[in-house]
C-alpha cells in the first residue's frame, strides 16, 4: 500500500499524558500537513511542512503542541499534558509541491481520546 | 462567520433522485475550490476540483460563481454508495502552504 500511513489508529490515554502520533506521507511528496477533526466538524488545518521545513502553524496549535520531520520523509506530532478538548481525529495528509499539487491525499487518521 | 458555509442537512432523498448542496466562502480572494467525500469514520477524499466555468464528471457536477462567493455540487440518479458527507474545500489566495479550509460538512443520505 502507498497511501498516507499513520500510527497508532486508536490512541485512549488519561488527562494530563503526554502522546506522540506519526505519518508516513506518499514517499514522493514533500508536503505535509496535520489537521484536526471533531465531530460534527471539518477537518481544521494545524501544521505545514515543505519538506523538513514547518512553515507554517495554526494558532489552533498551543503551546503543547510540537511537530517534527526530522529528515523530510515521516512526520510525528506530540501534545504535551493532554487535556479532555484535544480529543479529535487527528489526520495527517501529503501532497507535491507547486501549484499543480492542490490535491492532498490523506491518511485514515489517528482517533485520540482524553478520559 | 466561519470562512466556509455549508447546510450540515441530512438530505434524506431515494435511490435515482437528484440532489444538490451549496456552500458559501467568506474569503473572495480565494484562489481554488474543491469538494471532498468523506464515509463514516473514514479520511477526507477528493471527489472534483471546481472550476469558474464548471466541470462535470460522470454523475457529479460542479459550479463555481465568485461574483456571489458560491459553490454547488450536483448530484444525478443518486446511488446508494453515495451515502456520505460531502465537504466544501478552499484555499484561500496567495496561501504559499496550499492549506485546505473546509466547511462542516453536507450529509447526504440515499435510501432504497
Not at chain 2, 432523498?13 to 467568506?26: I, L, R
Request: proline share 5%; hydrophobic share 30%.
Amino acid at each position: 500500500d502507498t497511501g498516507v500511513s499513520q500510527d497508532p489508529r486508536h490512541k485512549i490515554t488519561k488527562r494530563g499524558q503526554n502522546v506522540t502520533f506519526r505519518c508516513d506521507p506518499i514517499s514522493e511528496h514533500n508536503r505535509l500537513y496535520w489537521y484536526r477533526q471533531t465531530l460534527g466538524q471539518g477537518p481544521e488545518f494545524l501544521t505545514y511542512f515543505q519538506n523538513e521545513a514547518q512553515l507554517e502553524k495554526s494558532r489552533l496549535l498551543s503551546d503543547r503542541f510540537s511537530a517534527e520531520r526530522p529528515k523530510g520523509s515521516f512526520s510525528t506530532l506530540e501534545i504535551q499534558r493532554t487535556e479532555q478538548g484535544d480529543s479529535a481525529m487527528y489526520l495527517c495528509a501529503s501532497s507535491f509541491g507547486g501549484q499543480e499539487g492542490y490535491e492532498q491525499y490523506f491518511g485514515p487518521g489517528t482517533r485520540l481520546t482524553v478520559t | 462567520r466561519k470562512e466556509v458555509e455549508q447546510d450540515p442537512g441530512p438530505f434524506n432523498v431515494p435511490e435515482g433522485a437528484t440532489v444538490a448542496f451549496n456552500c458559501t466562502y467568506s474569503n473572495s480572494a480565494s484562489q481554488s475550490f474543491f469538494w471532498y467525500r468523506q464515509d463514516c469514520r473514514k479520511e477526507p477524499k477528493l471527489l472534483m476540483s471546481v472550476y469558474s466555468s464548471g466541470n462535470e464528471d460522470g454523475r457529479f457536477t460542479a459550479q463555481l460563481n465568485r461574483a456571489s462567493q458560491y459553490i454547488s455540487l450536483l448530484i444525478r440518479d443518486s446511488k446508494l454508495s453515495d451515502s456520505a458527507t460531502y465537504l466544501c474545500v478552499v484555499i484561500p489566495w496567495m496561501d504559499s502552504s496550499y492549506k485546505l479550509i473546509f466547511g462542516s460538512g453536507t450529509r447526504l443520505l440515499v435510501r432504497p
